[in-house]
């Protein structure tokens, strides 16, 4: 009885520092871009899902803004907020939205300005408002801290090691290159990553992903509307799933459980398996997230992602499974709201055969991975080019 | 096809100053009451969809940190935001949800800690976060300002007067007195109202919402699961709109037009019309906004607002059209995230005659009325004991 769903059209911003424009002229050149790439008029939209962290900026009510912004009131505007997952949960949202029948057509958008902070303990205050601040950000553990405690325990208990993290950088930023939207399109050695300055023993700076600005939007569409279209992409699974707020209450910290239960629900939902996905997104917040993301998606055994990582896998060329040819949060850039539906929109620029140098061939199932905070939001979708 | 939803549990904190806890400790007492109302176990909640405003403390990602908190981990949480309308996003949220079919009981939550913040500074730079930060509040247009220009311009298109507002005022706060739930358990005579300190003529301070803290929480079922309890409140009706994020690029300020369209699509939705509706729970966050709610609702005709408040026809003795029966966001306090739900906790009690010495007689449809920041989101719901 349930509706089939699909991704009708993308658009986003180039990722990098946009000194010179806010969140409301971000989202909507990403939308605009989106509703031409999907044939759609503004009077077509039924709904919005923005998804946004916020705090960077003075602004918050940022679904209204940008339904103002780009033109498209008085529709219904939701902003959704999830930490790194917000982009990803403005998808889900839509894909809710048009389930529930009330709407055909909705745009999910994601956007960030985080260079509206500009003093770095004031960032560093922003982004740990999605870990749990009573007891983590107060207590001194910041972002890269929380994820420098997994890698350090993954590295301990399966002998994961550093330069197995290093690869997982130096991949991302060489799929990047490939990216015109990317933020950092440049390679960097193995060497270059290990000597890279340290962040939080054993993350370096080039273990983590870098401070950007941009937008990044989705036109999602009934089957009715989407047929009519040349290259849907069909949201075929979704899981959500939620945990502790805070590392220290969970009985694991060498995975992250939430996404293992979202990546069973997406799973259930498409009735795909994970050898059958071709291409995949994952959450590469730190290069540890990469590894630790492959193991909870069922991609490789537990423990083995650093290993598969080496065997060379999770490469465009000649993996068996390419992984983040975006380049990642890592190369393309992790604008917070903006990340999950960046995701999407390569996994369809794959899907569709339009990703340029990058492209992996015969591809027809990708799958996307966010993460919020350390875990305590997960969200696994899984698109295809073809229907159920 | 589309399915029947009813609210089937209600839960909510005394609305006060609560200085020996946070969010996660308000929004878990209003969600365990509302599951003990509900009869439901946490094990068979399947979403939760938290709504919160969130810049007056550090935490974001509050969704997570409520499922967390509640014992609810691992199911889907989402956080919703849409500056005063949070709560009643975070209703229609849960609302989509279970019409979507992946879900059949659900909770939405509503919770806010404005004493987090202590300095007026502050306060008001986290209310201004909902209006227009570029251009109202760094201009100095505070959220006071805003409506006091919507109070001025009523007043001088259609003649309402400052003591009209006052009984506004006056009615709110007599009706709070019997709602052992309100903050401001007091009355207050018209002159007192009328003579209380000015914070932005025409509105002085008892004009004015108070900063409360508070959570509140109802259980979502579909009907199947509605039909076994007691006495189910029915959403028979739900409208949503997007408006300009400024007051100063609308064509009126005199009332808010997204509040029409969402009524609108609520009663087309619910096949409801004004006169059919025996209660309302109208968002008074400033005396001009119960005035211009109950022209956009339809219930009276434009610029009639202050006439018929004058009339008694809102009062619960007598009156044709009880309207904040709980004291309103003025009287029963405004704690942002928490008011829609505790605006449809209000409809459900009126619906079950469990409103103690503030009951309505013979009520059989309900309405909430949810503004967002001045106007750029309304959400309207309409809410009978009746099955449709």
């Known amino acids: 009885m349930t509706r089939d769903v699909a991704i009708i059209g993308q658009g986003m911003t180039k990722f990098q520092e946009h000194w010179d424009r806010g969140v409301r002229e971000l989202a909507a050149e990403a939308i605009t871009e989106a509703l031409q790439d999907a044939t759609i008029s503004h009077e077509q939209v039924q709904a919005l899902f923005v998804g946004s962290m916020g705090r960077f900026g003075g602004q918050e009510?940022?679904?209204?803004?940008?339904?103002?912004y780009t033109g498209l009131t008085p529709i219904?505007?939701?902003?959704?907020?999830?930490?790194?997952?917000?982009?990803?949960?403005?998808?889900?949202?839509?894909?809710?939205?048009?389930?529930?029948g009330l709407y055909d057509?909705?745009?999910?958008?994601?956007?960030?300005?985080?260079?509206?902070?500009?003093?770095?303990?004031?960032?560093?205050?922003?982004?740990?408002?999605?870990s749990d601040q009573e007891w983590e950000l107060q207590a001194g553990l910041t972002f890269p801290a929380v994820y420098a405690l997994m890698a350090r325990a993954h590295m301990a208990k399966y002998g994961t090691t550093k330069e197995q993290l290093a690869m997982v950088s130096a991949k991302n930023h060489k799929n990047a290159v490939n990216n015109p939207k990317a933020h950092f399109r440049r390679e960097f050695t193995i060497q270059q990553i290990l000597q890279a300055k340290m962040v939080c023993a054993p993350l370096g700076l080039l273990d983590c992903s870098p401070v950007s600005d941009g937008a990044a939007?989705?036109?999602?569409?009934?089957?009715?509307?989407?047929?009519?279209?040349?290259?849907?992409?069909?949201?075929?699974?979704?899981?959500?799933?939620s945990d502790t707020?805070?590392?220290?209450?969970?009985?694991?910290?060498?995975?992250?459980?939430?996404?293992?239960?979202?990546?069973?629900?997406?799973?259930?939902?498409?009735?795909?398996?994970?050898d059958e996905v071709d291409v995949a997104e994952i959450h590469?917040?730190?290069?540890?997230?990469?590894?630790?993301?492959?193991?909870?998606?069922?991609?490789?055994?537990?423990?083995?992602?650093?290993?598969?990582?080496?065997?060379?896998?999770?490469?465009?060329?000649?993996?068996k499974l390419p992984v983040n040819t975006s380049g990642g949060l890592k190369a393309r850039g992790n604008p917070i709201g903006a990340t999950g539906i960046a995701q999407a929109i390569e996994i369809m620029l794959q899907l569709r055969d339009n990703a340029g140098k990058r492209q992996v061939e015969d591809v027809e199932v990708g799958l996307t991975h966010s993460i919020g905070g350390s875990g305590a939001t997960a969200i696994v979708t899984l698109l295809s080019s073809k229907r159920r």
Chains 1, 2 share one sequence.
């Open 217 to 241: 939007a989705i036109v999602i569409a009934d089957s009715e509307i989407a047929e009519t279209h040349e290259c849907p992409v069909w949201i075929r699974g979704s899981g959500h799933a």
């Open 61 to 68: 009510h940022i679904g209204a803004l940008v339904a103002d």
């Open 105 to 130: 057509i909705v745009v999910a958008c994601g956007v960030e300005k985080m260079t509206d902070l500009t003093d770095s303990g004031d960032l560093i205050s922003a982004l740990g408002a999605a």
């Open 284 to 319: 590469d917040n730190f290069t540890i997230g990469e590894l630790m993301g492959l193991e909870d998606l069922g991609f490789v055994p537990e423990g083995q992602g650093g290993i598969a990582t080496e065997a060379g896998e999770t490469q465009i060329e000649g993996g």
């Open 76 to 100: 219904p505007a939701t902003r959704v907020e999830a930490g790194c997952a917000c982009g990803a949960l403005a998808m889900r949202s839509a894909f809710l939205a048009v389930l529930s």
């Open 245 to 274: 707020i805070a590392l220290q209450d969970r009985p694991t910290i060498t995975n992250i459980p939430a996404a293992q239960v979202a990546a069973r629900k997406a799973y259930e939902y498409a009735e795909i398996s994970p």
